[in-house]
């Protein structure tokens, strides 16, 4: 069973930050956050990942509650391009096993 | 450019006949896995291998069938054994096994009529 608790969908006005909200409140100390999005029948594409500081890339920032029981991956301009579901995954470190939830819909509406 | 690429893109097929997914990798990654994919779920794992002539059953690996002879290439055989083969199937690939870091390729799916 995923370890991970995602809202089914959300929606967010285009060119607003998207906020999308993880809750992970039994992760381990050498666990890792892990987002990926998958637009429609596509293959899924990785965004971002932490272990306990926040992150940021071209893509995305990631936050990390300071107890990690939570977290919030952040797409601070959003376009429609970033309409997809988005799956928030914890994975041990080391180890090759992602294991996948029903994740979050986002739809950008214009 | 550097990528996986899947085919086919959709496959249909018989009840009773087995098929294989091709997958193949210009990215000179070790590790490769397979997944499958039904409506509205999250990805569960089929196979994944680490290296060439090895390979290790993922969560779902009843009915299906890998083979790992070149590193490039990691084709899935769907069996007639599979109870539910009708899904969409994703090849992925990382640079080694233990990271989360996978490259995905467009996927395939498989409707069995």
């Known amino acids: 069973d995923a370890k991970t608790t995602q809202p089914p969908s959300m929606d967010c006005a285009e060119g607003r930050a998207a906020n999308l909200p993880c809750n992970h409140s039994?992760?381990?100390?050498?666990?890792?956050v892990y987002w990926y999005r998958q637009i429609h029948s596509q293959g899924p594409q990785y965004i971002i990942h932490?272990?306990?500081?926040?992150e940021t890339n071209e893509m995305a920032s990631l936050i990390i509650t300071e107890d990690r029981k939570s977290s919030t991956l952040i797409l601070p301009h959003a376009t429609l391009r970033d309409t997809a579901v988005y799956y928030c995954?914890?994975?041990?470190?080391?180890?090759?096993?992602?294991?996948w939830g029903a994740g979050t819909k986002l739809i950008i509406k214009p | 450019d550097g990528g996986i690429t899947q085919s086919p893109k959709y496959l249909f097929r018989k009840e009773g006949q087995n098929v294989t997914l091709s997958c193949e990798q210009n990215?000179?990654?070790?590790?490769m896995y397979w997944y499958r994919q039904d409506p509205g779920q999250g990805l569960r794992l089929i196979y994944y291998?680490?290296?060439?002539?090895?390979?290790q059953k993922g969560d779902i690996a009843e009915g299906y069938s890998v083979s790992r002879e070149k590193k490039e290439s990691f084709p899935l055989t769907v069996t007639s054994a599979q109870k539910n083969p009708t899904a969409f199937y994703l090849c992925?690939?990382?640079?080694?096994?233990?990271?989360?870091?996978?490259?995905f390729g467009e996927g395939s799916r498989l409707t069995v009529l």
């Open positions: 992925a690939s990382s640079p080694q096994a233990n990271t989360g870091e996978l490259f």
């Open positions: 990215l000179n990654h070790d590790a």
């Open positions: 291998s680490q290296i060439v002539n090895d390979f």
């Open positions: 039994t992760i381990s100390g050498n666990e890792y």
């Open positions: 932490g272990l306990k500081n926040n």
């Open positions: 995954i914890v994975r041990v470190r080391g180890n090759y096993q992602l294991i």
